[in-house]
Nanobody, 127 residues
Framework: QVQLVESGGGLVQAGGSLTLSCAAS????????MAWFRQAPGKEREFVAA????????YYADSVKGRFTISRDNPQNTVALQMTSLKPEDTAVYYC????????????????????WGQGTQVTVSS
C-alpha cells in the first residue's frame, strides 16, 4: 500500500504562485506514474498534470499548460506541482494520485487510471 499526503495549499491572490508537494510512504514510488487532479465545489474531479516514472515525460491539461509544472524527486519519494499565474478558476482541492504502471499517455487524464489517492489540499485563489 502507498499512502500519499499533499501539502502546500493555501490562500493566494490572483497572479500569485504556490507549490504543492505530495509525500509518499509505504513503498517507493520511483516506478509509478504520478499525477495531480483537482476538484472544485459542485464539479467533477479534473485532471491537472501527470509525470512518468522517470520524470522524462509530462502531460498537462490545456487549462494549466504553461503555468503549472509537475516534477518528482524519486530519492525523496515526492512529487511537486509548481503553480504560477494563478487564477480564481484554479480554486479547488488538489489531489495527488499514483499509478503502479509507470508510463503515461493521453489516458492519464482519466482518474480511473490511478491506484492510490491522497486526501487533498485546498487551494484558494482570490481575485
Amino acid at each position: 500500500q502507498v499512502q500519499l499526503v499533499e501539502s502546500g495549499g493555501g490562500l493566494v491572490q490572483a497572479g500569485g504562485s504556490l507549490t504543492l508537494s505530495c509525500a509518499a510512504s509505504g513503498r517507493t514510488i520511483s516506478s509509478y506514474a504520478m499525477a495531480w487532479f483537482r476538484q472544485a465545489p459542485g464539479k467533477e474531479r479534473e485532471f491537472v498534470a501527470a509525470i512518468n516514472w522517470g520524470g522524462t515525460t509530462t502531460y498537462y491539461a490545456d487549462s494549466v499548460k504553461g503555468r503549472f509544472t509537475i516534477s518528482r524527486d524519486n530519492p525523496q519519494n515526492t512529487v511537486a506541482l509548481q503553480m504560477t499565474s494563478l487564477k480564481p478558476e484554479d480554486t479547488a482541492v488538489y489531489y495527488c494520485a499514483a499509478r503502479v504502471v509507470g508510463v503515461i499517455s493521453s489516458s492519464s487524464s482519466n482518474p480511473r487510471f490511478y491506484d492510490y489517492w491522497g486526501q487533498g489540499t485546498q487551494v484558494t485563489v482570490s481575485s
